[in-house]
């Protein structure tokens, strides 16, 4: 922004590129802390108990963006999900998103997709990822497990809602290897992701030895758009819900997000939302 003094990576793309080697470098370090914590042994049979199941459709209308970028995504994503698909996340153990999939690069076949950075839609090889860590995190929201690393955009709103199948705001962000999507298992039993491609969607299942004895509630309330100052904002909060199976009574109620993100697209599309409350309000429940 002008008046502000640039970031050391902000002032090219070889101030950028050691920037990242960097953070790289250090993550790759603070990673030595936990050998033997990772959850990195992966099974084709799966754990009996299906917990949460979801898809998300890969080829998204996005205003602006150009659809080569989502055919890219799609072959991005059917790279990927195979690396973490089976993935058995024992007690005590960590799941890492990168430790995973590790470095998409041309030379794996990943192509030029679609990433996000600074408040912009960009264009970057092994893009599309973040729509796999927001196919976990949501897996994630409807368990016990701990989310212990998780990034956001969300103080921007980049796209008009087309579709959206998830409330706003429980999005993710990650950049190898240093914003990673990570999930620590401190119950008592092994829980595993199951991830694919169709043709259309990417789809996953979280599932465990056991069936949970609760189930969670995701919704999204309060939500609207704002304008201050002749900027837009869409404004929402997002809680999650926590009920005993057997009586159906209500253990926890936990505000998980609070959104004010600044409107980045043509103000027109918000008409056809309508200023109230999103479609995303639906609400989305754990088995």
Not at 68 to 75: F, G, P, Y
Not at 142 to 154: G, K, R, W
Not at 182 to 204: A, I, K, M, S, W
Request: hydrophobic share 30%.
């Amino acid at each position: 922004m002008s008046g502000q003094r640039k970031l050391f990576c902000q002032l090219g793309p070889t101030a950028y590129r050691l920037s990242s080697w960097k953070c790289r470098t250090i993550r790759h370090v603070q990673n030595l802390h936990d050998i033997g914590c990772w959850a990195l042994e992966r099974r084709e049979e799966r754990l009996p108990a299906l917990i949460c199941t979801h898809k998300s459709l890969i080829r998204r209308r996005l205003g602006g963006v150009d659809m080569r970028l989502q055919e890219n995504k799609a072959v991005n994503l059917a790279l990927a999900a195979p690396k973490v698909s089976g993935v058995l996340i024992r007690p005590g153990q960590i799941f890492s998103f990168w430790k995973l999939v590790g470095a998409c690069t041309a030379r794996k076949g990943y192509r030029e997709g679609l990433t996000i950075g600074s408040g912009q839609a960009r264009s970057g090889v092994g893009g599309g990822m973040c729509q796999f860590t927001n196919l976990i995190h949501w897996l994630a929201l409807h368990s016990p497990l701990d989310i212990v690393e998780h990034h956001h955009h969300d103080d921007y709103d980049l796209f008009p809602d087309f579709g959206r199948q998830v409330p706003f705001g429980v999005g993710t962000s990650i950049v190898y290897n240093y914003l990673d999507y990570r999930l620590q298992n401190n119950t008592d039993q092994t829980f595993q992701l199951v991830t694919y491609t169709t043709g259309e969607y990417l789809c996953g299942e979280l599932r465990a030895e056991s069936p949970l004895p609760v189930k969670y509630h995701i919704r999204a309330e309060n939500a609207y758009f704002s304008c201050e100052n002749g900027i837009y904002y869409r404004n929402n909060e997002v809680f999650r819900t926590k009920i005993d199976k057997h009586t159906g009574c209500c253990l926890e109620r936990q505000l998980i997000k609070k959104s004010h993100a600044r409107v980045l697209y043509d103000p027109k599309y918000i008409a056809e939302e309508g200023n109230g409350p999103c479609s995303c309000e639906r609400e989305s429940t754990s088995r």
